[in-house]
């Protein structure tokens, strides 16, 4: 027991011991590590001394050379822009001469083309003079032929100025109503001359037949339409009782006031447009509407057409002689 007891004290004493030397070699360790550090850190300084050292004697030394470079840059740069100017100064001199050099040349040309058009302008005056002579006789004999043609277009120009403003007093004329029939006499004489004139002067109606004025036909328009007006009122086979009617209702009838043109296909629409185309100076209009009329009403306005058609077509004879006289005399425009 004492054995066994010696033993265990041995053993605590050895791992009290084995303790102690292992706190001794981590203290150690402990202060190994510390000097290590401040060595490292003291070597790292004295490198980081070294390396700005070093750092500014690289630096310095690149300057140098950059400076040294840049010098020569510098020099080189500038003989050789010395060399540009002397190979542009002798470029423009060569330029100069050259220009003087193509001027010569094109001056040679010009000389050249110079000689041959006063050549061949010399041969053809040479060689033209005996035509010319020709060409002077021919000229003379067009000068007497026109001459006589323009004496005789002076003639026909003086016969259709007068026919123009005989013209002008006619359209007059037709409006006014008075000596129509002497100005349509003198057209159909003027005319006889010309075959185009002669068949726009056949279209004038007879000397018999009355032609009346813008007046006149709108005063008988009125009663026409008055008449017609009283047709329409009598139904087919009405009889003198509702002929009787249609006078009393005619004698209350006003005239026609329209402010816009009446629309509609009837009769009544018809003498409505009619009387607006009338008030309005369209003549052709009003006779193409009262020439749709049928039945009595057609009947009732059948003379006033007729008078309407004759002043109408002696209208369209005076223009379409008008325009025969422009189309041969156009300064008469």
Request: with cysteine; proline share 3%.
């Amino acid at each position: 027991e004492l054995l066994v007891e010696v033993e265990s004290r041995t053993r605590l004493e050895a791992m009290k011991v084995r303790e102690a030397i292992k706190q001794t070699e981590e203290g150690t360790r402990h202060e190994l590590m510390q000097s290590l550090v401040s060595q490292l850190a003291a070597q790292e300084k004295e490198l980081q001394r070294i390396m700005d050292v070093q750092v500014a004697e690289v630096n310095r030394v690149c300057e140098a050379e950059v400076k040294r470079r840049d010098a020569a840059y510098q020099e080189t740069m500038l003989k050789e822009w010395d060399e540009v100017n002397r190979r542009a100064e002798e470029y423009a001199s060569l330029s100069v001469r050259i220009l003087e050099l193509q001027q010569f040349l094109k001056r040679q040309d010009l000389m050249r083309l110079d000689r041959e058009e006063l050549s061949r302008q010399f041969s053809v005056k040479a060689n033209g003079r005996l035509q010319h002579v020709e060409d002077l006789n021919l000229r003379v004999s067009a000068v007497d032929k026109v001459l006589a043609e323009g004496r005789e277009l002076q003639g026909q120009h003086h016969t259709l100025t007068d026919l123009f403003f005989v013209l002008d007093q006619a359209s007059a004329a037709l409006d006014d109503g008075t000596q129509l029939s002497r100005h349509l006499s003198v057209i159909r004489d003027a005319a006889s001359k010309a075959p185009l004139l002669q068949a726009a002067a056949a279209t004038f109606p007879d000397e018999a037949s009355p032609i009346p004025s813008r007046a006149q036909l709108q005063a008988s328009m009125e009663t026409t339409l008055i008449q017609a007006r009283k047709a329409l009122l009598v139904p087919p086979g009405g009889g003198v009782v509702w002929e009787a009617l249609a006078a009393v209702r005619g004698a209350l009838m006003r005239p026609y006031t329209d402010s816009k043109l009446p629309q509609g296909l009837s009769s009544e629409a018809r003498l409505r447009r009619a009387c607006f185309y009338l008030k309005r100076g369209d003549e052709e209009a009003a006779v193409r509407e009262l020439a749709g009329l049928d039945s009595e009403a057609a009947k009732a306005v059948q003379v006033w057409l007729d008078s309407a058609k004759r002043r109408l077509q002696v209208r369209q004879g005076l223009d379409l002689v008008r325009a025969h006289v422009m189309i041969a005399a156009p300064d008469l425009i």
